[in-house]
């Protein structure tokens, strides 16, 4: 017999990535006494987590946003590190903007099917649960309407898909219903980091070993181990990898793998959705909207813009739009016209006041960062399965991790975490057993 704890800190391990997947992983394994390595691209650690200091007194999330749900992983961390929260907002708190002007309060009962807002999903699983095939959400939410004689006015749509666009991470008429339903929501509410999610993240990169700016550009593995070329001419050589990397960079082949990943892998990698989810902060030298207004979701193609202030003493006047879907890719377009084409969407809402106190903007688009090409991933139509899929260890020497193989809480930091968490698992179970034997 052999000690398990000499049989894995003989192990080495490279993490590709410093975002919330790999530092988990690379924390898991580490604590369990394996050497860890993690290669980042960015100058930066978090990958899609990053807090902006610079735009208010407080922090601001150009990236992830929230804790979703009150029991989730990321709460331990939290406490771990002593940090604060905020509960953010309820639906109440939420106007709408619809037929040229903004609803609050029971006004919104007037807006014809406005529950379809609400209830797109409930209506989706519905359809599953009765078997019926895969379809776009699009397609079944309006099945419904049609079945139901629900005015689905084009204004409707448009809400409707803003609201799915963001929280989904897809444009409804590519979301598939069997993907969605694999998802589960947790409950009690939403909350925010009041010190940022990237305090949370560099408390618990703490004492990793992390090799910034080293963007990977090829990954050779066998048996024996694996090679890893960046593209900075440097070679690492690791008994395993664990590959983190954003669903979209996978899909764009920017990291070479020798021999090539297997069909099944391919299959997953292309079969999910790598949604484009923007932002655009605003900042203006003093509020001009309703102070009961933590937000408002819009028929706009900047579709729902949130103060990211809210219920804090230190507030500054700021608001922050959040696209995502096809809308995204518009914005993406526009490139340094995004800013005063959401000042335009801002004004048309609250009139000339927007114009008249605009300090600054800053367009932060997910979509097209090189290093992550995706703001969250999504199931496409015939997508459902494909996240374990895509998660699979490969001949136990590449495994892989990252919010896109979370099978039920994909496009989260808890979900990024928690698969971290499982693939450092899968790393150290063989190496358990050969010392079992």
Known sequence: MTDSTTAQTSLHVIVVGAGAAGISAARSLQDTGCRVTILEARDRIGGRVQTAYDLAPHPVELGAEYIHGANVVTWDMVRQFNLTTVSDVTKDDFHIYFGDRIHSGDDKSRIPSFHLVDTYEDIAIDWVEQGRPDASVHDVVTKWAELNNADLSPDLQRLV????SVREGGDWARLGVHGMYEQNDNPGGNFRIKEGYTALLEQAVAGLNVTLNTPVQSILWSQDGVQIHSTTGQIFAADRALVTLPLGVLQ???VRFTPSLPPEKQAAINGLGAGHVDKIAMRFRERFWPQDMAGVLTTLQSQIWWRPGWRRDDEAPLLMAIIGGDAALHFESL??????????????MFGENA??????????SWGTDRWSKTGYSYGLVKGAGLRDQLAQPVDDILFFAGEATHVTHSGTVHGAIESGARAAHEILKPEKLKADI
């Open 161 to 164: 898909n803003s609201r799915v």
């Open 252 to 254: 764009a082949q920017d």
């Open 335 to 348: 490139g340094a016209d995004a800013v005063p084409e959401a000042l335009d969407h801002l004004s048309a």
């Open 355 to 364: 114009r008249k106190h605009f300090e600054a903007g800053r367009f932060i």
